[in-house]
């Protein structure tokens, strides 16, 4: 077994540095160094204080440590790392894209009232676990050992679950609402004919680049990744996984 310093290298560097983020964020609110009310979404102070900064740090508050932080974290580690891994296995600039798209769309849905929520992290994650769903749909989830269910289901499962354990419904819908439109534009509506609006933009890649995150992408006449391949091919939609609770 690896030991939890190599395990944390292991990760695939998006994925690891928004899970260290959301980590050292809960860490330092729990040491008493902030108030979360200073990083909150509040459109009304970012707009006529110009406290611009709460469009970015909401992100990474999950709440304080509890099971559900922990749950969510896990969710970074589990899901996010096997989309790294494998639909974007060498594609860390798509990857980083689908969560800037991710987090834009989620700031747009809570502008409007209804749909407002002080934090998003936990609609930015519950958006990674709706991506994961849709590229592993016939994965087998064994949920808390209690229930088995595809992949496919499992984001609804999920909030299921915050409903009924008394957490908030919004901030989950949020992530499904956003996963989906992210899904939709970039693999349902070319697949039914219709062009790629939202393909990785060239600052993205150069950024990327420049700081030398993740694998250097696949050069036109390389062999593609296996995992790539298997991938495509829904070689990994019949594995199993487990979420312990």
Known sequence: MSSPGEFYKS?????????????????????GLYNPVHIALLY??????????????NFFFLGPFSINFGIRLLMIVRYGVQLEKGPFDRRTADFLWMMIFGAFALLVLSAIPFFWTPFL??????????????????????LYGLVALKAFYLPWA??????????????DLLGIIAGHLY??????????GGKNI?????????????WRIGA????????VNNVQQESSSGVFRGRS???NG
């Open 183 to 192: 899904y939709f534009l970039t693999v349902l509506h070319p697949l039914a």
């Open 158 to 171: 999920m909030l299921a679950l915050d409903v009924i354990f008394g957490s908030a419904l919004m901030p």
């Open 241 to 243: 996984y487990r979420l």
């Open 121 to 142: 992290a936990i609609s930015l994650v519950f958006m990674l676990l709706y991506v994961w769903s849709r590229e592993f749909p016939n994965a087998q989830i064994n």
């Open 11 to 31: 990760l695939p560097p998006i994925s690891k540095a928004y899970g260290t983020a959301c980590l050292v964020a809960t860490a330092v609110y729990q040491l």
């Open 216 to 223: 250097p992408p696949i050069t036109r006449g390389q062999p």
């Open 44 to 57: 009304e102070r970012v707009f006529f204080r110009f406290q611009v900064w709460r469009l970015f740090t």
């Open 198 to 210: 939202l393909k990785t933009p060239m600052w993205v890649h150069k950024l990327v680049a420049r």
